[in-house]
């Protein structure tokens, strides 16, 4: 599984808005992220449609963390850019294996369906306020 740059570039997003804890413009925060301005509000405009973030409109506006920082997950972060995590095919919900026969499941499937919960859990349970506090976390 690998996380696309869109994804990596929201997570860094969310986080420098939640060290920086105050309005922003979209402007400063691509430049602070090194991300590009019209890529950077394509990502905001996701994670605003999402409810982690929220625009203040005029002169002094940008954008800001609509939830604490130890609201915010990895997780919630990750799904808004890529949707729902699927290590495989196979852990998907109403997903049929062709490998699977009435009378056997497929080998790969338990593992499968295992390993994901697993990430979504380490996803779900690390908030961007761990991060905050300890840069070095491994995930």
Avoid: W
């Amino acid at each position: 599984m690998r996380l696309t740059n869109e994804t990596d570039y929201a997570l860094r997003i969310t986080g420098e808005l939640a060290a920086i804890g105050a309005v922003i413009s979209a402007k400063e925060l691509a430049e602070r992220t090194d991300v590009t301005l019209r890529f950077a509000l394509k990502i905001l405009h996701k994670l605003s449609q999402a409810g982690i973030v929220d625009a203040k409109k005029g002169a002094q506006g940008g954008y800001y963390l609509k939830k604490s920082p130890s609201e915010i997950s990895l997780g919630e972060v990750v799904e808004t850019i890529e949707g729902p995590i699927h290590v495989s095919n196979c852990s998907q919900p109403d997903y049929l294996c062709p490998r699977a026969s009435a009378e056997e499941a497929c080998r790969f499937h338990h593992y499968f369906c295992d390993l994901n919960s697993r990430i979504r859990r380490e996803l779900y349970e690390t908030h961007l306020s761990d991060l905050m506090r300890d840069p070095a976390k491994t995930l």
